[in-house]
């Protein structure tokens, strides 16, 4: 049974949905709440398979029985296992395939601090995208252009949908400029504004804060720390970059290449243990003067996105506006579907 343009038209919008969603997932930057993972080895066998992926989400009261994910300070590393019990110095860790606890192996106890989240567990069976192993790392590295060409052909879905719709009504079908130019700038500005804040990129900060006095501590309670940070980047002569963080002040940010150098300020921790801050990379179109770009960042990201879509869509929208008549007709896509003349 053929489906009306109407579900027709739902139907693919549910599809676009569900791929634009499912690519910003798998986007998320390392210090956002939800992110992919996935497992690398065989010690969460056969729960997590290597390959394996898993969605992590914050993690609430952790019980026994939790997969969770946690800083491994010894092993300079995240770590997914599960909490198989829990002491006065922490959280008792393992992986389901290990014979051994993590403590027995020689690791510390797992505090709550260094856990970061948990995975998604659905009548107490993790959530597993099998194969994400290989999906995940290449949507990380090309997430917008993947972004933008899943709107893009979405849009194109819907276009030919709309068009056969009007095949299928008697006359002649009349295509005119507005119908091609109004949705390919919609379609232009819709994949600016969701491409350039999915394009911000995370680099998660774990340091560990000693007393004052413990040999070889490098973050000392109560004092803050000056660090310096290199962070490689696609660098283009289209595209510049604004820097801030969470846990963290950027000092300066200087882009060398395809390497930004930013030197951080973490703040003065109020106690020992380890401590976790975040470093985002926002990419920008490189229309605007950077210091109104930063000014606009601050007040929100948001803003800064409009700011330099103004700039590269006002002129072609005022152009259109002034110039092209967009209910002109365009031969080349109008066709004869009836023996009748179009009035």
Request: proline content about 9%; charged content about 20%; cysteine-free.
């Amino acid at each position: 049974m053929p489906l009306d343009d109407s579900v027709r038209l739902r139907l693919l919008a549910l599809v676009a949905v569900v791929a634009v969603l499912g690519v910003m997932l798998l986007a998320v930057p390392l210090g956002g709440p939800v992110q992919v993972s996935y497992a690398e080895s065989d010690s969460m066998a056969p729960t997590l398979q290597p390959g394996d992926g898993y969605v992590v989400v914050p993690a609430g009261e952790v019980e026994t029985g939790d997969v969770v994910v946690f800083w491994a300070p010894s092993r300079n590393e995240f770590v997914t296992h599960r909490v198989v019990g829990e002491t006065a110095e922490g959280y008792v860790t393992k992986g389901d395939a290990n014979e051994r606890t993590d403590q027995a192996n020689g690791y510390e106890p797992v505090t709550r601090a260094a856990i970061v989240g948990e995975v998604l567990t659905v009548a107490g069976t993790p959530v597993v995208v099998p194969t994400a192993g290989r999906v995940v790392p290449v949507v990380r590295t090309f997430r917008s252009p993947i972004f933008a060409g899943v709107l893009l052909v979405g849009a194109a879905i819907a276009t030919r949908a709309w068009k056969r719709s009007r095949h299928d009504r008697p006359g002649r079908p009349v295509y005119r400029v507005r119908d091609v130019v109004v949705p390919l700038l919609v379609v232009g500005v819709l994949t600016g504004l969701a491409v350039t804040p999915l394009g911000a990129d995370a680099y998660r900060l774990t340091y560990v804060a000693s007393e004052p006095g413990e040999p070889g501590a490098e973050v000392v309670v109560g004092e803050p720390t000056t660090r310096e940070m290199n962070v490689d980047v696609s660098a283009t002569p289209f595209v510049q970059f604004v820097v801030d963080g969470e846990g963290l002040t950027v000092d300066r940010a200087t882009a060398t290449g395809d390497r930004l150098d930013v030197q951080v300020t973490l703040p003065p921790p109020a106690r020992p243990g380890v401590h976790q801050a975040v470093l985002r990379v926002y990419p920008y179109p490189g229309v605007l003067p950077h210091d109104w770009l930063v000014v606009l960042h601050r007040f929100h990201p948001l803003a800064a996105v409009l700011g330099s879509l103004s700039v590269v869509f006002g002129p072609l929208v005022a152009g259109y506006t002034l110039l092209v008549d967009g209910s002109r007709p365009i031969p080349a896509l109008s066709g004869r579907r009836t023996g009748r003349r179009q009035p």
